[in-house]
């Protein structure tokens, strides 16, 4: 015969199940996704490798950059090629680019002298060279890598000694930032001293910079203010880091992680609670290969450049 102590447990099993499984649920259908298509002209999908991607947030186009590509193209809304920027010495050198309101391109390139901003407008057009300014001793051997543009500021990231510089939008020094300071009270001890590296970058609509270190399994978020948060842990299990590349937030405060080596992107809350992974390594549509750098549109589109000619795919993202 059960006695009630026994009941008692019983039911409080059964319970914690229910709400387990009902959260788990929700959890789950809270955030949606589902593969729309890769970038493609007409003779079908591009086959870029770990290419840069920038939205034009005022006319959902896209620009892909960097990377096995040695021009700058321009995509729609439905994924179609639909410009192609002229080539010159510039535009052939470019390792990142950003888009204004206007229209009107900010190019970051490399020569053989260092590298350089500079302006184009819509139609592939040079404009001007736009030299840095004011930089301070500190930042004196910065050499970018990414740039991002936000509410008339330029975000530029030296991902190989971990600095960022924040410009106003004719390159002249706002504020600075070195990574490694701030990350140190997260690192964990055997990680200490490791070469370390950005890897993923972005700057969300409120101007808190996000970014991703591959060798400390982690993601950070670093407010305008110098407050940082990070997030994430090392493992092959779902939730968990392998090499961490790019990363983006949506206006939910959702987080999107992508993970070069397990080939999906992770999604977390506004409290970096992870919520669930997609894409998995593999060739069909909805796959992933090596994902890395992320770029989210107004219409809640989700771009992913991967590798072995992959290219860019692109998903939807739907909210429950």
């Given at each position: 015969?059960?006695?009630?102590?026994q009941k008692f447990l019983m039911v409080t099993l059964i319970m914690s199940f229910a709400c387990f499984f009902a959260y788990s649920n929700n959890v789950s259908a809270e955030v949606e996704t589902s593969f729309l298509f890769s970038l493609s002209n007409f003779n079908g999908p591009i086959g870029y490798n770990w290419a840069n991607i920038a939205v034009d947030e005022e006319r959902n186009e896209i620009y892909i950059s960097g990377a096995s590509t040695t021009d700058v193209r321009v995509f729609n809304d439905h994924g179609m090629e639909i410009y192609r920027l002229d080539a010159d010495d510039h535009l052939n050198s470019a390792i990142d680019l950003a888009v204004k309101e206007d229209g009107n391109i900010f190019l970051l390139s490399r020569n053989g002298l260092g590298v350089s901003v500079f302006l184009y407008n819509f139609r592939g057009e040079y404009l001007s060279n736009l030299e840095f300014k004011n930089f301070p001793p500190d930042f004196s051997d910065f050499n970018a890598d990414r740039l991002v543009y936000r509410e008339g500021l330029l975000y530029l990231l030296d991902s190989n000694s971990m600095r960022i510089v924040v410009t106003d939008a004719h390159c002249s020094f706002r504020n600075g930032y070195d990574l490694r300071p701030l990350t140190e009270p997260f690192v964990r001890e055997k990680q200490k001293g490791s070469d370390a590296g950005v890897g993923g970058f972005s700057v969300d609509h409120e101007g808190n910079i996000l970014f991703t270190i591959p060798p400390y399994f982690l993601a950070f978020k670093l407010s305008p203010d110098r407050q940082i948060v990070a997030f994430g842990s090392p493992g092959s299990a779902p939730g968990r880091f392998g090499i961490v590349g790019g990363i983006v937030a949506d206006g939910r405060d959702h987080y999107y992680v992508a993970d070069r080596l397990r080939s999906v992107?992770?999604?977390?809350?506004?409290?970096?609670?992870?919520l669930k992974e997609f894409g998995y390594r593999g060739y069909r549509s909805d796959n992933l290969m090596g994902p890395n750098d992320l770029a989210l549109d107004s219409k809640g589109r989700?771009?992913?450049?991967?590798?072995?000619?992959?290219?860019?795919?692109?998903?939807?993202?739907?909210?429950?």
């Open positions: 015969m059960i006695s009630v102590r992107v992770l999604i977390f809350d506004e409290d970096f609670n992870f989700l771009y992913i450049s991967q590798v072995r000619d992959r290219g860019v795919s692109v998903f939807q993202i739907t909210y429950k």
